[in-house]
């Protein structure tokens, strides 16, 4: 799905808290539906890059949560200047959204099921694909790993779900990665469908590697433009060359990649 | 209607090198960009003799007002541009500047001969902001090492010729007036200012894999239009200037320097429909307040 060309100025419905995360909700009458894994990017109408000496000034990238005849969701967690501002907005608030943009998931195709399997607040783009999987009668189990307790709230956001924290304040006391290797070790007949932090994401890709389950690893980057512009969210490529992720991803097949890096 | 280099132009926005790619841009948001295409002409990332990666990841660091690059010019070389990416940038609605680099006078010169027979090519843009591996001097930071590179060069098409000049220099006027002695038909500035990002969890080590990188983003329109000044009153050439500009009201301080045509950068990645804004913005202004009329804007 192409996006509408430029930016359009959208108005917040709805913040709410979910666990150590926010959930915003903007209806978007214009916009055309996204397909599960594609992103926008995000800035708030006032306040945002006004000041001489004020951050932030580009837009940042976000994977829609869900997309209902509501509005578009996003969920953000405050780690820094721009998802503070985020945070902050309430109803009635501008948004400035471009998107969706880039590329979304595929379906796992015959004798194979998907497995979901994210971390912190990289579940957001499994959410949608777990809602496009269920209603087309397909099963989606997802495995999602938070910090703490706190941030294990945000597993409301998906279904069937099997949880793990850092500190073991909910669910398996661990690393998702541990329950996606039990998961593919009782039946490898998987797509495997991620999302999360860079650790995470190449702990999920050489695991899928070693047991030849095929993965889509929805990736992040700092983006300054998110339509192929400023060349500035690339990754290396299994063949030596960088790709943008905005434009040939933010869903990649894992084969693909080559080491995810730590930033 | 506006002119550059026997280029009649709808308006006096363009974008700046390597800050909006046609093609991708085409794929994010279909033929609506060509509906409204944000540019009066379209000038092409930088393109070299052989292909380049880019540099390493990280790239980018956002900064007050701003952003660090560190791209490192990514670009598919001077055979693959011409077979793959000229006849799409053919498609686009207004005319197409191509914007190249050498690192030494002969690569300058293979590039200028093989552009200068296509006619889907109105003009070229020569990228300076580079040392000459031959001498070790960056072409564009000293009057004399331009004037050399240019003399031996300028021949090798009769396109008109816009040399992109750096801001990291000691005197850019005076590298303008050496560029237009040696048959520049016109000058754009300013290139992004030379600076460094300290890694958060290394100090004393970059952020950025490149090393250093260039500044862009409104924290530099205020040197922008300084350089354009200087520039403007030193030629008799036109100028392309740019640098932070993020409403009609700055393309005016540019024009109001001496600029004929005003890039748009970094503000197109907030939004990339950015220069269509800007434009309609400068239109609204000058039909209110009479103070430079569209119809007898600088032109050349």
Known sequence: MTAPFGRRRLEIAENREVGAYRVMRAPDPDGPAPAPGQFYMLAAADRWGGGEEERPFLPRAFSVLRATAAGLEFMIEDVGPGTRRLCELRPGDGLWVTGPLGIGFTGPGVGRTALLCGGGVGIAPLAIWQDALLATGKEAPALVGFRDASHAEGAALLQAVQIATDDGSAGHHGLVTELLAAALAADPRRVVYTCGPPAMLEAVRAICADLAVPALLALESAMACGFGACFGCVVSAADGSYIRICLDGPVVDAERLMEIPAH | MTALCQLDLAHPIVNGSGTFDAIAARRAFGEALLDDFPFAAFVSKTITVHPRAGNPPPRLWETPAGMINSIGLPNKGLERYLAEDLPQLAELPVPLVTNVMGSTAAE???????????????AVELNVSCPNITTGLDIGADPAELSAVLREVRGRTAKPLIVKLTPNTADVAAVAEAAEASGADAV??????????????????????????????????????????????RVSIPVVGMGGVQTGQHAAQFLEA???????????????AAGARISRE?????????????STAPNV
Request: with cysteine; hydrophobic share 45%; net charge negative.
């Open chain 2, 188 to 233: 754009s500035l300013i290139n992004t200012l030379r600076a460094f990002a300290p890694d958060p969890g290394r100090p004393g080590e970059p952020w950025l894999g490149g090393g250093t990188g260039g500044l862009s983003g409104p924290a530099i329109r205020a040197v922008a239009l300084a350089q354009v000044a200087a520039v403007a009153c």
């Open chain 2, 108 to 122: 300058i010169a293979t590039l200028l001969e093989a552009l200068d027979d296509r006619d889907e090519i109105a």
């Open chain 2, 282 to 294: 400068l239109h609204d202004l000058f039909a209110k307040s009479g103070a430079i009329d569209r």
């Open chain 2, 258 to 272: 001496g600029a004929t045509l005003v890039g748009v950068g970094t503000e197109s990645f907030r939004d990339p």
